[in-house]
């Protein structure tokens, strides 16, 4: 049994020293010809620790292995050997074929590892003869008969049937044997002094019997071992920190103090505690659960190490020639989702290099360098892991695609006509779309990208694809972070109750009777819900999953108005009409048994609170079932005349919001938070302050009326709370109607209604608005808050931070212009880029900071980045990028550029952070200049 | 315990084998009785839409998620309302609880494999693919179920 116990130890260490072993390979092989002796010694030490423990378990064949790849790793670290790619080659397949001995420990005795460790001998051989010259590949693969000289090499002798092809030794393998050996004897001794015994003849012989009593038993092909290294082994143990187990330890500890209390409680029949009581231990299980989850957590990177050598050998193979950038390892997801997402990845990887990369000339033609480069990268994004594959290749042609879809019957000719280019894109995914021959002719991807989509939903994530023709693709997966455990909105489809993940949800819209009639309608055959000038499908779950009708009024809905869930699946949006939203829950995902194999609506069963069973919605699954064609066809044109006439100015999506019947406000959705309803008798006061308990804690509330100048609010029996950040801390402001969402123009008149709070006003829909500024209104209710805000740190001696500020749009250019100055800053602000480049250029003024928007006309932010960051004079400048609402494309795009920071237009707070941070590190960054 | 699958070969070996015993209907069935985790009367089942038609739905079973089987349907016999008498009987099957809605329970019915005779092509307009065999007792049969079958797949 202790045996046992060592080998599967071995088999843990071994792994982990070989975990990197490939992509430390390929490094090697890059910094060639030069060596980087303490790269180099890491992995010998690797291979030295697993050949000394082999040797000490009787493991012969691995050791023989790892001794010769040690030998070979000892004559590169003496620099008596210069790796070159064939070089490097032989070494993975060795390693490739160690890795696979240790994955099948028992058997490995009686595997054929001839081939490798002849080739290996061979390269140590070559450079013995040739001395310190580097070793050319013919003189490595001139020898093309590898010798299996059984009296020099022990795993030979063990194996009956050596796979090397016939051929007598000639005297130059002999010499090379020989000199092998000599190599061999070196490497031992400088080993010696770590492993003594490890290749003693006693040692060996004890061993041999048994070795021979299993003949051969797993004959591994060298492409079995290959694979099965390439494959994620399911790790039956993992590594957990020990931070984590002891607050793991200090939780268990509190659930036993909340549970002796609770029974206390319940026993001596106290009620009053009882709630604290309660409070507690939902806290700590809170905890406790996010502890475990942590466990669980591993890093991407694991899944990353593979591709370089997917990469390099695939485009070694293909003749390409191609850098993979990693990005993003320490990113950690679910161990689940590592596991299961390696083969899609790798699917997208091999897709990138073959579809994506061109060929060297092809390149070279188009004026882009010979080598193209994938980039991998993994970053957390919005509780989700968004994972890309970037490539600088071909790109993918709309056009192509569409005509290829239509000559497969994927989709009709007036499909077609309709798509625009980031449907048709979308096409790669289509189920049927093409086989690889197909797709490469028109340069375009899709080896079974249907399959790739199809896993990726299989774990809660999406896909999606960017391209631009000439420019390269980019390849976009989100997944949960975990699937154990997932936030959902519980909803009441008939009599039922379903579970809709919340990663899909978008938003809930409300639709009143007395509005029905304007915001429902049929386009076609199909219902639509319009919504802030789109058209949405509607779905209405109950006639598509066949529930039966609420028995009586549904609970939580008695106004008989239509709730509309707006789900995202990434590629199609939509609404689903339900009878009721009730809470939202993390709920605890149960898989379905095997007779619902077929419900592609399904993603499982949770049990909810009261003990009942609830189906999780799978929302990309109705999708699909329903055929949904996404919602840009569907986009009703000119509906909103506001929205195409005004098409090149800046628009801010606003909440709008009634006090009363006459005063009107709005805010940028930006900075709000989030918005509750609550009952008017559920707002508080505690010492003269308005407050809200909410999730165990107290939301200080603001009315408008006691900030500026407005009528106080009417209200019906519930208000909204309009919720969002100032100095961390989260702030409420009560908005008694709501009555849109809409993105608007910013043309603001600053002047007509300027007070404290109230930036200015707006004219939407024939009614004028003021827009509030919520950080000014918050400051003039609570300025203690604000007391100990710190004035940016200005250098008494020089003048204070210079910020460049482009902005083509007047009401904002005078906004952040004069939050800044009201800070002590410099400020010098031109319309666009242009002007604002010609400024930088023509070196007026040493700026410190510069702050731009990204849509403007002329010069954009982008361009504008691109060029400050390529200058010598400016590339130290700090960029920060202003917008509205970050698209993810976008700050892609400006990440790419250059551009070192994103803020929101109107948050003031993180607005004015950000610009201190940068600015006192400019600042220092001259003075240390120009002292240095 | 092992048993997670009773074929007649099993059946056979064994001295004794018993089989818990319950209506649909008007006809006696039995299951074998190692197959069987518990009877319960957790009828607050949850329906799947899409599902297949003899599946009724889905139920907690203590904290799990188990899929429950009308067997009136996989025997083509006519519904019935649900009543006081109707139970679950939660038998493993491939490593999954899954619970068979039967009308009425009965005894538990001990007997020799030998006692066991071939089971006829229908009983009572059932199809005899359902059955391991009969047994006959004083005044009517039991009908033995091959639990495998009535829970495959079909459609």
């Not at chain 1, 006509?417 to 979308?426: I, P, Q, Y």
């Not at chain 1, 249907?450 to 994530?461: E, F, Q, Y």
Request: proline share 5%; with cysteine.
């Amino acid at each position: 049994m202790e045996d046992n116990e060592l080998l599967a130890d071995f088999v843990v260490e071994a792994n982990e020293h070989l975990a990197d072993i490939e992509n430390q390979f390929l490094a090697i092989e890059e910094a060639a010809p030069n060596i980087d002796v303490n790269l180099v010694n890491e992995v010998f030490r690797a291979i030295h620790s697993i050949k000394g423990a082999a040797g000490f378990l009787g493991l012969r064949t691995v050791n023989d292995l790892a001794h010769n790849l040690e030998n070979v790793l000892n004559m590169m670290r003496n620099e008596e050997l210069t790796p070159t790619s064939a070089i490097v080659d032989d070494m993975l397949k060795g390693a490739d074929a160690l890795k696979g001995l240790i994955e099948d420990v028992e058997n490995s005795n009686g595997v054929d590892v001839g081939a490798h460790i002849t080739a290996l001998e061979r390269i140590a051989a070559a450079a013995m003869e040739i001395g310190n010259e580097p070793v050319s590949e013919e003189a490595v693969h001139a020898e093309s008969s590898p010798s299996t000289l059984a009296e020099t090499e022990p795993a030979a002798e063990l194996t009956p049937a050596p796979a090397a092809p016939t051929g007598v030794p000639s005297d130059e393998e002999l010499e090379a044997a020989i000199n092998a050996k000599l190599a061999e004897k070196k490497a031992a001794k400088a080993a010696a002094a770590a492993k003594p015994a490890e290749t003693t003849p006693a040692a060996s012989k004890a061993i041999e019997p048994k070795a021979e009593t299993k003949p051969a038993a797993a004959p591994a092909p060298e492409a079995d071992a290959k694979d099965a290294a390439a494959k994620s082994t399911p790790e039956a143990q993992i590594r957990v920190a020990v931070n984590v187990l002891d607050s793991l330890m200090n939780l268990a500890g509190e659930l036993v103090l909340s549970r002796n209390q609770l029974l206390q409680a319940v026993s001596t029949e106290e009620k009053t505690g009882l709630e604290a009581i309660s409070a507690r231990l939902d806290q700590i299980t809170s905890e406790l659960q996010e502890a475990i989850m942590q466990t669980r957590m591993q890093q991407i990177g694991t899944v990353f190490s593979r591709f370089p050598r997917v990469v390099r050998d695939l485009s070694s193979k293909l003749g390409k020639q191609c850098d993979l950038e990693i990005e993003g390892k320490e990113v950690e997801v679910d161990k689940t989702i590592v596991e299961a997402i390696g083969d899609p990845l790798t699917h997208l990887v091999r897709n990138s290099c073959d579809h994506g990369i061109e060929l060297p000339e092809v390149r070279t033609a188009a004026g882009k360098p010979a080598k193209g480069t994938i980039k991998l990268k993994a970053c957390y994004q919005a509780g989700k892991v968004r994972i890309e594959i970037r490539d600088d290749g071909g790109g993918i042609d709309p056009e192509k695609l569409k005509a290829k879809a239509v000559q497969k019957g994927v989709i009709t000719p007036e499909q077609a006509e309709s798509m625009n280019d980031r449907e048709a894109l979308r096409l790669i995914f289509a189920p049927g779309f093409s086989t690889a021959a197909e797709v490469t002719d028109v340069s375009g991807r899709g080896v079974g990208m249907d399959v790739v989509r199809t896993n990726i939903a299989k774990l809660g994530g999406t896909v999606d694809v960017e391209s631009e023709v000439g420019k390269g693709s980019n390849i976009v997966v989100t997944l949960p972070l975990t699937l154990a455990i997932i936030p959902s909105l519980i909803v009441q489809v008939g009599c039922d109750r379903f579970a809709i993940p919340q990663v899909n949800i978008a938003e809930l819209v409300r639709v009143r009777d007395s509005e029905r009639s304007t915001k429902l309608g049929r386009v076609k055959n199909a219902e639509v819900l319009r919504l802030r000038g789109q058209l949405l499908p509607l779905v209405r779950l109950r006639e598509k999953l066949g529930c039966g009708p609420a028995e009586g009024p549904v609970q939580g809905n008695a106004t008989g108005a239509t709730n509309v869930i707006v789900v995202d699946t990434g590629q199609t949006r939509f609404g689903l009409v339900v009878e009721a939203l009730h809470d939202s829950e993390e709920i605890v995902v149960k898989p379905l048994g095997r007779h619902y194999k077929n419900c592609r609506k399904l993603a499982g069963a949770t049990i909810l609170g009261d003990g009942h069973v609830a189906l999780i919605l799978d929302i990309a699954g109705i999708a699909g079932d329903l055929n949904l064609r996404s919602d840009e066809e569907l986009r009703e044109k000119g509906a909103d005349a506001t929205t195409s006439a005004a098409d090149k100015e800046d628009r801010q999506s606003m909440l709008f919001f009634k006090n009363n019947q006459v005063d009107n406000f709005a805010i940028p959705m930006d900075i709000i938070a989030r918005i509750e309803r609550v009952p008017v008798d559920q707002l508080d006061s505690v010492a003269g302050q308005e407050v809200l308990q909410y999730r165990d804690t107290t939301l200080p509330l603001m009315r408008l009326e006691s900030c500026i100048s407005a009528s106080p609010g009417d209200f019906a029996e519930s208000a909204y709370v309009v919720v969002y950040d100032v100095r961390g801390r989260e702030v409420g402001l009560i908005a008694p109607e709501l009555e849109d969402i809409r993105e608007v123009p910013t043309v603001v008149d600053t002047v007509t209604f300027r007070e404290p709070g109230v930036i200015g006003s707006l004219v939407t829909n024939e009614k004028t608005v003021r827009l509030l500024d919520l950080f000014e209104l918050t400051q003039m209710s609570h300025p203690e808050w604000f007391s100990a805000d710190s004035e940016p740190e200005l250098n008494e001696e020089s003048l204070p931070p210079m910020i460049l500020l482009a902005e083509d749009s007047g009401f904002f250019r005078t906004q952040v212009k004069k939050i800044f100055e009201e800070k002590g800053y410099r400020v010098a602000d031109f319309e666009d880029g242009k002007l604002a480049w010609e400024d930088l250029d023509a070196e007026n003024h040493s700026y410190d900071v510069i702050v731009t928007d990204i849509e403007m006309p002329n010069m954009n932010g982008f361009e504008l980045c691109h060029r400050v960051k390529n200058d010598p004079r400016f590339s130290s400048i700090p960029v920060i990028a202003l917008t509205s609402l970050a698209g993810s494309a976008d700050v892609q795009h400006g990440m790419e550029v250059g551009i070192d920071d994103y803020q929101i237009k109107m948050d003031r707070d993180k607005l004015l952070t950000a610009v201190q941070n940068f600015a006192g590190q400019a600042q220092q960054g001259r003075t240390a200049g120009s002292y240095a | 315990m092992n048993a997670t699958t009773t074929t007649k070969d099993n059946l056979i070996s064994s001295d004794q084998v018993q089989f818990s015993t319950f209506y649909v209907g008007e006809v006696l069935l039995g299951v074998d009785i190692r197959l069987v985790q518990e009877i319960n009367r957790q009828l607050d089942i949850t329906p799947v839409p899409n599902a297949p038609g003899h599946v009724r739905g889905v139920i907690n079973l203590r904290g799990e998620v188990a899929t429950v089987i009308d067997l009136r349907t996989v025997l083509g016999l006519p519904p019935a309302e649900q009543d006081r008498d109707t139970r679950n009987l939660i038998v493993h099957s491939q490593g999954e609880a899954i619970g068979l809605m039967v009308d009425r329970i009965s005894d538990i019915l001990t007997i020799r494999p030998d006692q066991i005779s071939d089971s006829p092509s229908n009983v009572d307009g059932i199809d005899g693919k359902f059955f391991l065999g009969v047994h006959a007792l004083q005044d009517t049969i039991c009908v033995l179920l091959d639990v495998e079958q009535v829970l495959a797949d079909r459609d």
